[in-house]
């Protein structure tokens, strides 16, 4: 089936420094997504995207968060600074169409650990 | 069963037995996902049943909706070894394209 791919699978990095978490999306979607899971626990949306605009976000998409995705490549989402908090798993998705009641495509996650 | 501020659920079970994860929900949704997460994955749609259904069948698995308790369940009958991985159900509150995840369930298939 349809497959998103995440780069890295695993990022260390210190606290306070910049980190860029790269999606790359199925081809001919276009919603993407963002979502945080701490382990053990559910997952959580950050952000959803829609022809360069944010579209909806949550109160855990911290203004320390933004996400892009300049000329078709990559939907990345950036963090800037990091915080010990930001450690978790990070899921990229994507769709076709709008809405809930469709499915969301998810990535294999990037790991994120800050120490 | 799934929500509140519980923590994932684990289930084990023998090849072979049925199990039902329950998953209950705080607002309006149009549909629920039933998501799969294998170790080290993202999740994957394995069934979703939409609002205006009370039952949805895909091979072994089975998914009932109610929205009147908002509350869904998700079966799976004759497991197998392979259907070990954590079971998630998702709703959209009301279609919003954010999508609201339960606790999870983990189930274990032993042989």
């Known amino acids: 089936g349809p497959k998103v791919l995440q780069i890295p699978s695993h990022q260390i990095i210190d606290m306070g420094q910049m980190v860029t978490?790269?999606?790359?999306?199925v081809s001919n979607h276009l919603y993407f997504y963002w979502y945080k899971q701490i382990l053990g626990q559910q997952m959580e949306f950050l952000v959803n995207f829609y022809n360069g605009k944010v579209m909806e976000k949550s109160k855990l998409f911290?203004?320390?968060?933004?996400?892009?995705?300049?000329?078709?490549s990559y939907f990345t989402l950036k963090i800037q600074p990091t915080a010990l908090e930001d450690s978790a798993v990070y899921f990229c998705a994507s769709s076709p169409y709008w809405g809930g009641s469709y499915e969301q495509y998810f990535g294999p996650g990037t790991r994120l650990t800050v120490l | 069963s799934q929500w509140g501020e519980e923590n994932l659920q684990a289930l084990s079970i023998q090849e072979g037995e049925d199990v039902t994860m329950n998953c209950s929900y705080k607002t309006y949704t149009t549909v629920v996902h039933w998501y799969r997460q294998d170790s080290g994955r993202g999740p994957a749609l394995i069934i979703l049943i939409r609002s205006n259904e009370r039952e949805k069948r895909s091979g072994r698995l089975r998914a009932t909706l109610d929205t009147s308790s908002q509350s869904s369940s998700l079966s799976i009958t004759a497991a197998q070894?392979?259907?070990t991985a954590?079971?998630?159900c998702a709703t959209d509150q009301g279609g919003s394209a954010k999508l609201i995840f339960g606790e999870g369930?983990?189930?274990t298939v032993s042989s």
Do not use: I
Not at chain 1, 21 to 25: I, K, T
């Open chain 1, 21 to 25: 978490l790269n999606c790359d999306p």
């Open chain 1, 62 to 72: 911290k203004d320390q968060f933004s996400v892009e995705r300049p000329d078709g």
């Open chain 2, 81 to 83: 070894c392979e259907d």
């Open chain 2, 86 to 88: 954590v079971y998630f």
């Open chain 2, 105 to 107: 369930t983990k189930l």
